[in-house]
Every structure is written in structure tokens, then in C-alpha cells.
């Protein structure tokens, strides 16, 4: 079948339902998984349009809710066009849009409208839009929630760019206060300034440097302060982007007292390291920074153990100047890596030699990033009256990462990276976004607006 087209049912002798992968037709009504039923029991009707994708592995695809897509404002960084195409040919069929780097960021009702009129009619997966707190604008955040936003994402440290400026404690305890009773979730850039003595004479071109002036004790101290705010009052907070282990006593701890509280890491705190950055590669650059070897074998750990909830894409682009690869220099260069097109490949590559299964994968990449963001009745899962968001992929193929494939803006530490993993098809809604190589002809996603259960009675 061609891009584009509409299939009734999925045929395929490896079906990822539950924990269990068995032959299993997959029947598809009005863009909802309609039934399951095993190969030999296909009710058959002869006028549907069958895809068998014969020993593929068929599972839900892949929910990204952490993408930087830069639109309105920067789209010479990247544009809801590449970032959603990338995203199809990678099995992500779901995206959450931060709300930065774009220009006008999404800290208004009426910022939240410009972004979404930006991505009309360009988006070829489904798209969800964060909002943002900033100082003074907490009368915004609930008009926001009516709206249709998944929840807000803040910093504790500048942000990298003047339009969008980290928040202080009496800020945090204003914004929690207007959350309360929302049912929404406030994200944290979990970083905080502290002092450090600054070293004469490093060299900007390692990566050592860099590291340097971005301790663990940044994460940890900041994790303090988000740890204190959930037990306060009670509203679902969210850490982005945990790049070290050590904050995971205090995380634990604040939920066993009862902190709603999840966490996510990322594909590039998991694959790369400290020790393997060759100087001058700016392109390794993302903060908080890539760390060593060991802390990362703890993230996997903590991942195996449910200390850490998921793992998404920071998908983060940006022009090839302001990585400053004509200097190399750490200090100086963009914090931001690209990654939507290869996430599932990348988890994929690495997880399967640790002992993780693909009902792993479908938990931790699909099913709680959906959750999380309030999708978690549509998304994320192979069940009847959920969307046929389907993943057609074949788990043992190697690849490579190349210019060739790269639908996203291209500047990317993955280059030349050997995957496991390959995906053949994407479907979005029971429609084919993408099969080897080719798109559909127009972008099929739909702008996701997210009704909070328990929200309209508190506003």
C-alpha cells in the first residue's frame, strides 16, 4: 500500500500485545483499533484493505514528549515540516512541542494560538503543545489549561535563550498554587546555579572543560527544591532530561512520601558519554551535560528498577553556526541535540545487549510518555478504542545513521552511529505516514488539545 492510504486491519506474525508477541491481526475502524484477534481467527471480509507486513514486529508507535521544534520564530533551526517527518520515519507518531526555542514562546493563550497556527497543515504525527512559566505570567497558566495545553515545563537556570527566563522560588510557589486542583503537570529544567571556582587556563575545546562547570551537584540541588515543592502541594511535577544518577535517592524518597513526582532521561544520556568525546565536537554539547560511563551505567540501572520513568528525544536542533564547530569551543557552542528520527533505533541498540524486552520499549518510549502528558487513553498502547498509532519495524536489522537517511536538520552526534532497529512503516490513525523511504502526500496529524479530568470544576 502507498503512503497515504487507508488500511482496515495489520496482519503480522510478531504482535506486541501486553508483554507477549504472537500472530495477531489488528482491525482498524474510523482511525481506532477496533479488535485484536489472533491470526486464525481473522473475521474476514473480503473488501478490506489488508497490510501484511508478514515477521515485521507491529507495536504502538512511538510517543516523544520532549521535541523542540523551534516554529514560529527559528525555523531555520528546524520546522514543524522536517521535525514531523523525521518523527514518522523514526515511529514516532505522537509529539509534544516544548515551548522554546520558538519566538514567540508559548507563555500566553494568545502565544498558544500563534504556535498552533504555525504548525497548521504541516505536521505529519499527531502534536501536543507545553506551555511555559515565566516571572508574572501566572495568570495565564489556567486560561492555558482550558485551552487544550498537556501542562508547563519551567527553568531554574537561564534557559539559553532571553525570551524565555527561568523562574525563581516565589515564582514556583505562585505557579503552584494556580495549579493546584488543575489535574496538570509542571516540568523542571532541573538545574540551579551554585558556586564553583573557576579553573585557570582550561582548554574550551574539551569536553572535559565544560563538564566541569556543569557539577552533578547542579541537578541535586535543584532536585531538592522540586522534590519539596511536590510533597508541598501536591501537583504532578515532572523532571526533564535527568542526566545524573545521583539525584535518585532524593527522588525516591520524595515519592515514597508521596510526591507525584515521574522522571525521564534521554537517548543521549543513555548511548553517549564523557570519555568518548573527542575534543572540538560540539556537536556532543546539551546541558546538563553528557557524564561518564558510570553514571550512565546507573541510568540504566535506575531505568531497569522504575526509578526513571521513560525516555525521550530532547530533540533540540539549531543552525550549524551556533555549535561554533569552527572553534570548538564547548563554552561558547548551542546546548541542543538532535534526535526524534532515531530514538527508537538508538534505545533499541543499546537496551537489547542489557537484558531489556520490547514490551521495555513499548512502556518506556510509548506507553508513560503518553501518560504523562495526559494521551494515555489514546495513545501509547495496542488496545481496542485506542488510535491506530502503529509501529512497523523490524528489531534485529542494522543500519547506519547517515545523511542519506536524516530527515530532520542533519547536524547530529548520531552520525555514522551502527543502529539496531529499522523501521518500515509508520501508521497514524489507521493511515500510512510513512513506508520505506516515502511520505504521505500531505501531512495527516492532528493537533492534540488535552482536557484535563480535573479541571473544570477548579476553574
Known amino acids: 500500500m502507498e503512503p497515504g492510504s487507508t488500511v482496515d486491519a495489520v496482519r503480522s506474525q510478531r504482535v506486541l500485545c501486553g508483554n507477549s508477541i504472537c500472530p495477531a491481526v489488528i ?21 478490506w484493505k489488508v497490510l501484511d507486513v508478514g515477521n515485521k ?73 507545553w506551555g511555559g512559566v515565566v516571572p508574572g505570567n501566572q495568570w495565564e497558566l489556567r ?3 482550558q485551552a487544550g495545553v498537556a501542562g508547563f515545563k519551567c527553568f531554574l537556570i537561564h534557559s539559553g535563550v532571553d525570551e524565555f527566563p527561568h523562574v525563581t522560588d516565589g515564582d514556583l510557589h505562585i505557579t503552584m498554587k494556580q495549579l493546584m486542583g488543575t489535574g496538570s503537570v509542571l516540568l523542571f529544567h532541573a538545574e540551579r546555579e551554585i558556586q564553583t571556582i573557576p579553573v585557570k587556563d582550561e582548554d574550551p575545546c574539551e569536553y572535559s572543560t565544560f563538564l566541569r562547570s556543569r557539577p552533578d551537584l547542579m541537578e541535586i540541588e535543584a532536585i531538592r527544591t522540586i522534590t519539596q515543592l511536590c510533597l508541598q502541594y501536591q501537583v504532578r511535577c515532572h523532571i526533564v532530561h535527568l542526566s545524573s544518577a545521583q539525584p535518585l535517592k532524593l527522588i ?21 558519554s564523557a570519555e568518548h568525546i573527542p575534543p572540538g565536537a560540539t556537536q556532543f554539547k546539551c546541558c546538563p551535560p553528557i557524564r561518564g560511563e558510570a553514571n550512565q551505567e546507573q541510568l540504566w540501572l535506575a531505568l ?34 538532535s534526535s526524534l528520527q532515531f530514538g527508537l533505533s538508538l534505545f533499541w541498540t543499546t537496551a537489547s545487549q542489557k537484558g ?45 545513521a547517515s545523511y542519506t537517511v536524516i530527515k530532520h536538520f542533519t547536524l547530529t552526534p548520531y552520525l555514522g552511529c551502527k543502529l539496531r532497529g529499522e523501521v518500515c512503516t509508520t501508521l497514524l490513525r489507521g493511515r500510512i505516514i510513512y513506508s520505506h523511504g516515502f511520505f504521505s502526500p500531505q501531512p495527516l496529524g492532528k493537533h492534540l488539545l488535552i482536557s484535563q479530568p480535573q479541571s473544570q470544576a477548579s476553574l
Open 304 to 337: 531497569k528498577t522504575g526509578q526513571i520513568d521513560m525516555v525521550v528525544s530532547d530533540h533540540s536542533p539549531c543552525t550549524p553556526d551556533l555549535k561554533k564547530l569552527e572553534t570548538g569551543d564547548f563554552t561558547q557552542a548551542w546546548g541542543g541535540i
Open 143 to 145: 486560561p492555558m489549561i
Open 27 to 47: 482491525v482498524i475502524k474510523d482511525g481506532k483499533i477496533l479488535s485484536i484477534h489472533p491470526d486464525s481467527e481473522l473475521p474476514f471480509n473480503d473488501k
Open 57 to 129: 514486529l507491529v507495536m504502538p508507535g512511538v510517543v516523544d514528549c520532549h521535541v523542540h521544534v523551534n516554529e514560529p520564530g527559528r525555523v531555520s533551526w528546524e520546522g514543524y515540516w522536517t521535525a514531523t517527518r523525521a518523527a514518522a520515519a523514526g515511529g514516532v507518531t505522537t509529539i509534544v512541542d516544548m515551548p522554546l526555542n520558538s519566538i514567540p514562546p508559548t507563555t500566553t493563550l494568545e502565544s498558544f494560538r500563534e504556535k498552533m497556527q504555525a504548525a497548521e497543515g504541516q505536521c505529519f504525527v499527531d502534536t501536543a503543545f
Open 356 to 400: 531489556f524486552s520490547l514490551s521495555d520499549v513499548v512502556r518506556l518510549l510509548c506507553q508513560k510518555p503518553a501518560e504523562l502528558c495526559g494521551l494515555g487513553n489514546q495513545k501509547g498502547c495496542l488496545l481496542p478504542g485506542h488510535d491506530a498509532d502503529l509501529v512497523i519495524w523490524d528489531p534485529e536489522k542494522e543500519s547506519e
Open 252 to 272: 525516591q524518597e520524595a515519592r515514597q512520601a508521596g510526591a507525584p513526582l515521574t522522571v525521564e532521561t534521554t537517548h543521549h544520556y543513555l548511548n553517549l
